[in-house]
């Protein structure tokens, strides 16, 4: 059959066969709306995933007499708006000079040194662009000839992957000034972008740290005063936040009647959880994957325990060595919050465990301070007498228990490790002390007894008014 010219024969014919093919053009424009706007709702996650890939800027930072000197990398996905210019795919390295410009005005804005906590503004400044297989940053004498020398023409870079490598050098105005970083850089990334920065002092030993948008103003050299306030509040921080830690100071105070019992308890508990913190510091702690969570399983435990104790019945010596005990096992989980930020320190390390240590203490005061009269409230008002402390004691120990049924799922998964000399002699270092703690809180614990003391809400006794 021969077609009319045109295809004539193609085109539908009469009113239904016009609307079935209106029809399905309208199902195609429907469907097709719809997968662009698909498409165009996982763009961000994309790109944030590859974001989170390479979300690093590597900075080395030198002091020199009279001058600090900074040497950037960061990932060219950075600089959205620098728009540097492109040949298709790839970016335009010949034309790229004032693209680099504009580049080294966001890093000025972005990385921001301080001298005494005074902005430092720039004499000098000097970029490029690297190829993402550059491997100059290893060290801060490679970095910088790299940044020195010109980007060969014709170089082939791809949008987006490759780095924009700065120097700047900012003047200083005192002899030993304080030096500060802080970064402001991405903020859709928050802290998923790290600031890697290797500190190089004139005359001192070089450092390491990693800064992030949330960690705002970072000393490089503090001052002893600096480093204490920052850990004090940093211990502070630490135990007010520490839900678990309040719970189970929460379960020590509950059957307990005075201020000497319950000066001589949280008084165990303090100095326990201060060994371990300070032991943890100086790497005393076992290593590996699993300890972390057996900690965290064994904080939750204790507080399962100190509830079910508190419903049974409490003896004085018995609840000092037990406080004893998980007050080691407390310090562990202390020197979490401590560990990561020790990098922070500077010189001043044994200045800044012991204001870690007082921040904690003073953060257990103030929980005090706030429990005490709810407890003694409460006690007087709406859970009178023993059954009160069975109700509140019976709410801790379920909340305890499903924190530690989660918590040892994780452990379950972590890896368990062959154990070495090292380990074997570490255990046997903790093991040592815990049996002379456990002597030194009986032998404690019998001086501190009081005649009518010795026994605080028995089973068959009720909780004082």
């Not at 409460?378 to 530690?404: D, S």
Request: hydrophobic share 50%.
């Amino acid at each position: 059959m021969r077609l009319p010219p045109g295809g004539a024969g193609l085109r539908p014919h009469g009113p239904a066969a016009r609307r079935r093919a209106a029809t399905s053009r309208s199902a195609w424009r429907w469907l097709r709306g719809w997968l662009l706007a698909a498409l165009a709702a996982c763009a961000p996650w994309a790109q944030a995933h590859e974001f989170k890939l390479d979300a690093v800027v590597n900075t080395f930072v030198k002091t020199e007499p009279g001058q600090v000197e900074l040497i950037v990398r960061a990932p060219l996905y950075l600089f959205k708006s620098v728009r540097f210019p492109v040949a298709g795919v790839e970016i335009d390295v010949d034309n790229s000079a004032s693209a680099v410009e504009r580049a080294l005005g966001a890093l000025q804005k972005d990385i921001v040194l301080s001298e005494n906590g005074r902005p430092m503004v720039s004499t000098r400044a000097a970029g490029r662009l690297s190829l993402p297989s550059d491997r100059s940053f290893e060290t801060y004498e490679q970095a910088t000839r790299h940044v020195a020398t010109p980007v060969e023409p014709g170089t082939h870079i791809f949008i987006d992957q490759g780095y924009v490598d700065a120097r700047i050098v900012y003047p200083t105005t005192s002899a030993n000034p304080e030096i500060s970083i802080r970064t402001t850089a991405a903020p859709e990334l928050g802290d998923v972008l790290k600031l890697a920065v290797r500190y190089l002092p004139a005359g001192a030993e070089s450092r390491a740290l990693v800064v992030t948008r949330s960690a705002g103003e970072v000393a490089l050299n503090p001052g002893w005063v600096r480093a204490a306030a920052g850990f004090t509040r940093l211990g502070i921080a630490h135990i007010l936040t520490g839900y678990d830690h309040l719970l189970f100071l929460l379960c020590l105070l509950v059957p307990l009647r005075g201020w000497r019992q319950i000066l001589s308890v949280v008084t165990v508990f303090t100095i326990a959880h201060s060994f371990t913190l300070l032991g943890s510091a100086f790497d005393l702690a076992p290593s590996g994957a699993w300890f972390p969570p057996f900690v965290e399983t064994a904080v939750a435990a204790s507080i399962v325990y100190m509830a079910l104790e508190n419903i049974v019945g409490v003896d004085l010596e018995r609840r000092m060595l037990i406080t004893g005990l998980f007050g080691l096992v407390h310090g562990f989980g202390f020197s979490y919050g401590l560990s990561e930020n020790l990098q922070f320190a500077g010189r001043h390390l044994l200045v800044s465990l012991f204001a870690f240590n007082v921040g904690i203490e003073l953060g257990q005061i103030l929980a005090l301070a706030m429990l005490l009269p709810v407890l003694a409230l409460v006690r007087r008002t709406w859970l009178q007498g023993r059954v009160g402390m069975i109700v509140v004691c019976a709410l801790i120990a379920h909340t305890g228990w499903h924190w530690m049924t989660d918590r040892a799922e994780a452990l379950w998964r972590a890896p368990w490790p062959s154990p070495g000399g090292a380990d074997i002699a570490v255990l046997a270092l903790w093991l040592g002390f815990i049996l002379l703690a456990a002597g030194g809180l009986s032998v404690l614990s019998r001086r501190l007894r009081i005649a009518g003391e010795a026994k605080v809400a028995p089973p068959t006794r009720a909780l004082a008014d």
